[in-house]
């Protein structure tokens, strides 16, 4: 409650109203619940108007300030993403998307600022709205004015997993309508729990049941959500998975037919055989840093200086469009997709027949080593410094550039022809290497070579 008072300061400032009309919305975590009464409570006893959306998605937060009956000034979003079911979070938007960094600093001193000790968190009247509803009606909207049809995926089996997340109202609100069979979906009921799996679309095991399950029920595409529906990944009819470098393969393909030689931003670690697909296809790839807000700001940056950008995406899942304010909302991302799903299917051909000429990397490798000692930036960019010097002195180790994360390097070696990016984790003191080839046992030998160098930093855990 305090928080949500510190945002309310923070929009007063920003706008220059003195009564405000703020959206509140959850996942399903079970502290979601009593926090947002509490929020709602404390801003409605300090003269604003508090509105209670129940469980609702994170990008439908930000869509209550831009609907012209909802009209907030602002919105919150309690969740913690695919994080642990204890823990709790708020996330902020007003008119212009997301709060960055600085601004939540700003949030955080008016809290303390401003928080009134004094007043009781007695019940009173709020306004509950279902949100989710007029917002599932929205994404109705733009699918049936894309294929200028009532039920544009009648004769269509789909099964979602929203992992007892906020993503059950999709199959229900948004696929059944537009007439597909939904039956067979999995863990659309919320539960704070989340009892079967992490609701995370790059899951191992999240992933594995929606695979099985789209095999067994012969369903013609499969569809996975994060907690808050932020993020997704598609299951193709075949059973294989499109996420990370694949789904951003997919997505930029139907994004390249409408607007030819766009920029597309991923962050830093995209395989090379993206960025081969992108450029065969007309795009200009632009491999940025870590961090959805990272790519989202550069791709807002690209547009500004007059190079047109409509794509920004990181491998996690976050996928905003230019088109859609740049906000990173799964639900929109698989509208997307369903557009093209549904003319392919008319003409007897399948969403992954658009990726067919993408080509996955033989071997790849996630390593994370800790740093041991305290000022953990200063040590990580030492390494990085010694290794651009070091990469010199190996053969077919070449410096990518341009590189605006950490230091990437081809590896050209014949018993290699692959890469590696070495960089800081965004939230831990680690060093992360991302390895990919594309011959056998590559990933290994690159491996070996680099912990050779990284052998003589003894404030690494290896």
Not at 192 to 203: C, K, L, M, R, T
Not at 292 to 311: C, T
């Amino acid at each position: 409650a305090n928080i949500a008072a510190g945002f309310a300061e923070f929009l007063k400032d920003k706008t220059g109203k003195e009564k405000l009309k703020i959206a509140i919305g959850r996942d399903s975590r079970l502290t979601g619940k009593p926090i947002l009464e509490y929020s709602a409570i404390y801003l409605k006893k300090i003269g604003h108007e508090a509105y209670d959306c129940g469980i609702a998605s994170t990008p439908s937060m930000f869509m209550t300030t831009q609907d012209e009956k909802m009209k907030a000034d602002g919105g919150i979003m309690i969740t913690a993403s695919h994080l642990p079911y204890e823990r709790n979070g708020m996330k902020f938007f007003t008119k212009d998307g997301s709060l960055n960094k600085n601004d939540i600093r700003k949030v955080l001193e008016l809290t303390d600022k401003n928080f009134n000790h004094n007043i009781d968190f007695l019940p009173v009247n709020i306004m509950r709205v279902n949100y989710i509803k007029r917002y599932s009606d929205m994404l109705i909207d733009i699918i049936r004015k894309a294929t200028n049809e009532d039920k544009p995926l009648a004769d269509t089996k789909i099964i979602v997993d929203a992992g007892n997340g906020a993503g059950g109202f999709f199959p229900v609100n948004v696929l059944e309508p537009l007439g597909a069979d939904i039956s067979g979906s999995l863990y659309l009921e919320p539960d704070g729990f989340f009892p079967n799996h992490e609701p995370n679309p790059e899951n191992t095991e999240a992933v594995k049941d929606l695979q099985n399950k789209v095999l067994k029920e012969k369903t013609d595409l499969g569809i996975i959500f994060d907690t808050d529906v932020d993020r997704a990944a598609v299951v193709d009819s075949d059973g294989k998975i499109i996420n990370r470098n694949r789904l951003i393969a997919l997505i930029s393909k139907i994004i390249l037919k409408e607007h030819p030689n766009t920029y597309i931003v991923t962050d830093s670690i995209t395989s090379k055989g993206l960025k081969n697909f992108l450029e065969k296809n007309g795009g200009i790839h632009h491999r940025f840093k870590r961090g959805y807000k990272n790519v989202i700001e550069e791709s807002k940056r690209l547009n500004l200086e007059g190079k047109e950008s409509w794509l920004a995406i990181e491998t996690s899942g976050h996928c905003a469009f230019k088109e859609n304010y740049f906000l990173d909302d799964g639900a929109y991302l698989i509208i997307k997709i369903l557009i093209e799903f549904s003319r392919l299917k008319k003409k007897g051909e399948n969403i992954q027949d658009l990726i067919e000429d993408y080509q996955d990397p033989l071997e790849e490798k996630e390593l994370r080593f800790k740093i041991s000692v305290e000022d953990f930036k200063s040590y990580g960019q030492e390494v990085i410094k010694d290794l651009e010097d070091y990469v010199f002195q190996v053969k077919g180790w070449e410096i990518v550039k341009p590189n605006y994360e950490g230091i990437r390097i081809n590896c050209e070696d014949h018993d290699e022809k692959g890469w590696f990016l070495l960089r800081l984790s965004l939230h831990d003191p680690k060093v992360v290497v991302n390895i990919e080839s594309d011959v056998e046992n590559g990933v290994e030998i690159i491996e070996r070579k680099l912990l050779k160098f990284l052998h003589n930093f003894k404030g690494l855990d290896l």
